[in-house]
């Protein structure tokens, strides 16, 4: 994916998704463009939705009404189904992010992506793949709550040197301790670092980051505690990441060790 920010249509399945998350999931989605249109569904008369009521002003998003006239089923799925096409065809945005994680919208993101559009999901763990394989990236609900913590020297206070110096054989251990990565997302970052490596057997991580989201759009660096994908390549064994300032810009390179 290119550095193009987009105009997008955020659109909540409010029925299915967590109201918590309304900050984080604007703010997420703000990476990668400007939500202009933002709007959530749901039967507003219903006592489900009482915990979105007090968060939608706050953060200007459009509640449309969605009368459920039958038992377990979402009824709000065709309310934003029908509203996406029309968004879509009116040529306002670039981009649509869909909050859910009901397979049900795995149609709309196809159709989406076949105007050329970007489209992103948000969802849970539990999300059906076909949902999140037809979106350009997919987030999970699980990596936006976690905060995150990279890993630092811990600060040495001077009362506790000698204590700390005992111990300095089981520190360097630690240090050295790799992620263990899943064997899918081995497999996928493996891929995408050879699609990107050019003849010094070198890659840029943004290259090899836009590659990973094109085999597998959920691919998250959070999801083994890490903010960024450079932090969590120094952390794989095998890679080593190479600084490369271009002025006042880091654009940092991998390659296999």
Request: aromatic letters at 8%; one cysteine or more.
């Amino acid at each position: 994916m290119s550095d193009k920010k987009f105009n997008i249509a955020i659109l909540i399945d409010g029925d299915n998704a967590q109201s918590k998350l309304l900050k984080e999931t604007i703010e997420e989605v703000s990476k990668y463009g400007k939500a202009t249109i933002r709007r959530i569904y749901g039967d507003w008369t219903s006592q489900t939705m009482n915990s979105w009521k007090a968060l939608i002003n706050q953060h200007s998003i459009n509640p449309i009404q969605k009368f459920s006239y039958t038992t377990g089923k979402n009824s709000t799925d065709g309310a934003l189904i029908i509203d996406a096409m029309d968004i879509l065809h009116s040529k306002n945005v670039e981009g649509f992010c869909i909050v859910s994680s009901d397979s049900d919208y795995t149609g709309l993101a196809k159709r989406i992506r076949e105007e050329g559009l970007f489209v992103m999901g948000i969802g849970e763990k539990k999300t059906p793949e076909a949902f999140v394989k037809s979106c350009d990236i997919f987030t999970y609900t699980e990596n936006i709550t976690v905060k995150i913590i990279d890993t630092k020297p811990a600060k040495i206070e001077k009362s506790n040197v000698k204590s700390v110096e005992k111990k300095k054989p089981a520190e360097k251990n630690l240090k050295v301790n790799a992620v263990v990565l899943s064997a899918s997302d081995e497999e996928t970052i493996s891929k995408a670092f050879e699609i990107s490596t050019n003849e010094n057997d070198t890659a840029y991580i943004s290259n090899v980051g836009g590659n990973i989201r094109k085999i597998d759009p959920s691919f998250d660096a959070r999801t083994y505690g890490y903010s960024s994908l450079s932090k969590l390549f120094e952390n794989i064994a095998g890679f080593e990441v190479i600084r490369n300032k271009v002025g006042d810009l880091n654009h940092p390179l991998v390659k296999r060790k």
